[in-house]
Structures are given as structure tokens and as C-alpha cells.
Nanobody
Framework: QVQLVESGGGLVQAGGSLRLSCEAS????????MGWIRQAPGKEREFVAAISWDSGTIVYGDSMKGRFTISRDNEENTVYLEMNALKLEDTAVYYC???????????????WGQGTQVTVSS
């Protein structure tokens, strides 16, 4: 098992940037594919991005391509999500997640953090 704790959410103006972090507990972080999934009020969860254990495979949801960047530091047991050119529709709770398997769009994740709120204002 792995425990995940997100940080870095907050209020930002449209066009601005935020960097989310997710720190994982345990000594097996580098065996997991890591991902970010978001959920806006009244909407279903939406795949944001995923990164394989060795950063060799990175995938993004369609609306995030070119604006968001996922990365990881296996020495620090941390995965990051750099979000640029934020839009009102990026407002959501962002969840960090882990899975033992390949990284691909829409992958099902087994372990989840509690989420961090990102609010984009006009």
C-alpha cells in the first residue's frame, strides 16, 4: 500500500499557474505509475495525467495537453503537476493516485489521496 498526500492547491486567476505536489509514503514509490485525476462540482472524475515509474511514459488528458506537465522525483517520493494558462474550467478537486501497472489515459488507479482544491477565478 501507499499513502498519498497532495498539496499546492489554492485560488489563482485565469491565465495563472499552480504547482501541485503529492508525497507518497513507503519505500516502494518507484514501482508505481502515478497520476492526477480531477473532479469538478457536479461532474464525473476526469483523467488529467499519468507518469510511469521511470518517467518513460507520460500521458495527458486532451484538454490539458500543452498546459500541464507531470513529473516525478523518485528520490523524494513525490509527483508534481505543473499547471499553466489555467482556465475557469480547470476549477476542481485534484487527486493524486497510484497504480501498479502501465501509464495510459483513463487508467484505473488503486490508491488515492484526499485531494486538493484548485479554484480558477476570472
Amino acid at each position: 500500500q501507499v499513502q498519498l498526500v497532495e498539496s499546492g492547491g489554492g485560488l489563482v486567476q485565469a491565465g495563472g499557474s499552480l504547482r501541485l505536489s503529492c508525497e507518497a509514503s513507503g519505500h516502494t514509490f518507484n514501482r508505481y505509475t502515478m497520476g492526477w485525476i480531477r473532479q469538478a462540482p457536479g461532474k464525473e472524475r476526469e483523467f488529467v495525467a499519468a507518469i510511469s515509474w521511470d518517467s518513460g511514459t507520460i500521458v495527458y488528458g486532451d484538454s490539458m495537453k500543452g498546459r500541464f506537465t507531470i513529473s516525478r522525483d523518485n528520490e523524494e517520493n513525490t509527483v508534481y503537476l505543473e499547471m499553466n494558462a489555467l482556465k475557469l474550467e480547470d476549477t476542481a478537486v485534484y487527486y493524486c493516485a497510484a497504480r501498479e501497472g502501465l501509464a495510459y489515459a483513463g487508467a484505473r488507479f488503486d490508491f488515492w489521496g484526499q485531494g486538493t482544491q484548485v479554484t480558477v477565478s476570472s
